[in-house]
């Protein structure tokens, strides 16, 4: 081994030491937390993160916002995506719209979040018949609440909040393909 091999071998060593305790330590010390790309998800079994945006689609108040409170009394499928009109956000949301019927029938609603402004969601809904809620969170505020920023987009995250607004189940990562059917059995689950 030369003096240069040697060396190269003690740099990533030393890089090694450094990067993963870095990485690997925040995780460890925090028991009870749970930690994404996006930040710290809020707690399972908890009140869900309060939330007040303005969006485009039914349900919004008259000052054009819906809010967390909105939805006392209901299930409540949040859902976090990156961009409007992009080919997994498109995907996603039209599995949620194909089983929208299915998520009224057991008195749940259906809302999505993203960066993207109003017009955009407006231009969104309309271009892919969508007839639940988009909210606009431009500035990640409540998407950094739900562990679900990575700016300047919303990561992938979906909340199942209960009627009391208390979250009941997460995903995380989530694959657009078959996502809402996903959601819909566990909603089944907790209905059970």
């Not at 008259?62 to 949040?78: I, K, N, P, Q, V």
């Not at 990561?155 to 990562?173: E, S």
Request: some cysteine; aromatic content about 8%.
């Amino acid at each position: 081994m030369n003096r240069r091999q040697l060396l190269e071998g003690a740099l990533v060593h030393v890089a090694a030491a450094l990067v993963v305790p870095a990485v690997i330590a925040p995780l460890l010390g925090r028991p009870g937390k749970a930690d994404a790309l996006g930040g710290t998800l809020p707690a399972l079994d908890q009140p869900a993160p309060d939330f007040l945006l303005p969006g485009f689609g039914p349900g919004l108040d008259d000052s054009g916002t819906l809010g967390l409170h909105d939805f006392e009394g209901r299930w409540l499928a949040l859902y976090f995506y990156p961009k409007d009109f992009t080919s997994g956000c498109t995907l996603e949301a039209s599995g949620f719209q194909r089983n929208l019927q299915q998520f009224h029938q057991l008195g749940a609603e259906v809302v999505g979040i993203s960066a993207d402004d109003v017009a955009e969601h407006a231009s969104f809904c309309d271009s892919e018949g969508l007839v639940f809620p988009l909210l606009s969170d431009p500035g990640g505020t409540v998407s950094q609440r739900y562990g679900s920023w990575l700016a300047p987009f919303s990561q992938r995250h979906t909340f199942l909040i209960d009627p009391d607004g208390v979250l009941r189940a997460r995903w995380v990562a989530v694959r657009p393909l078959g996502h809402s059917h996903e959601v819909l059995e566990e909603l089944n689950r907790l209905q059970a």
